[in-house]
């Protein structure tokens, strides 16, 4: 069993920061800030540091994996659209898998969705995948790598 990480990076991805605007049916109405703030809550609960971080671009998506990888965070993820498009960020994840590892989360049930969303290039490096249980996915997510596991 993985040692408990030295910390979280929670890393969102594309269009993650109009949570609250974009698509409230789909994705609810809470914002990006709102959801930080639960997830730092329960990171703080748990003991573990935690940073955040969030781009459109998805460059920078892949240095925010490599800076986990040098940290030696855990990482929790919604590369958005990226999941289902992004080797890059497949491969740049695979160094954190072999390390303290990450859990891919989704907002959506992307399984109910359309078809080209039933694939991702992250899910079989993650410790698991957490999808349509909405903003609680990222807590989950904590849980697990602060020991639940
Ligand atoms: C998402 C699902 C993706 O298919 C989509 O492109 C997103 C958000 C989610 O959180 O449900 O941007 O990752």
Not at 43 to 61: D, P, T, W, Y
């Amino acid at each position: 069993m993985p040692a408990t990480p030295a910390g979280i990076l929670v890393i969102n991805g594309p269009n993650l920061d109009r949570l609250g605007k974009r698509e409230p049916a789909v994705y609810g109405t809470e914002t990006l800030a709102d959801i930080e703030n639960k997830i730092a809550g329960r990171a703080a609960e748990r003991g573990l540091a935690v940073e955040f971080r969030q781009s459109n671009k998805e460059g920078e998506l892949v240095e925010y994996a490599h800076e986990a990888a040098d940290l030696g965070y855990a990482v929790i993820v919604n590369a958005g659209a990226y999941t289902h498009t992004s080797i890059a960020l497949r491969d740049a994840l695979a160094e954190v898998a072999d390390g303290p590892g990450f859990v891919e989360v989704h907002i959506s049930n992307v399984y109910a969705r359309e078809p080209f969303r039933h694939r991702s290039y992250l899910s079989d490096r993650a410790l698991g995948v957490v999808a349509g249980l909405g903003s609680f996915g990222y807590l989950a997510a904590v849980d697990f790598l602060a020991g639940g596991r």
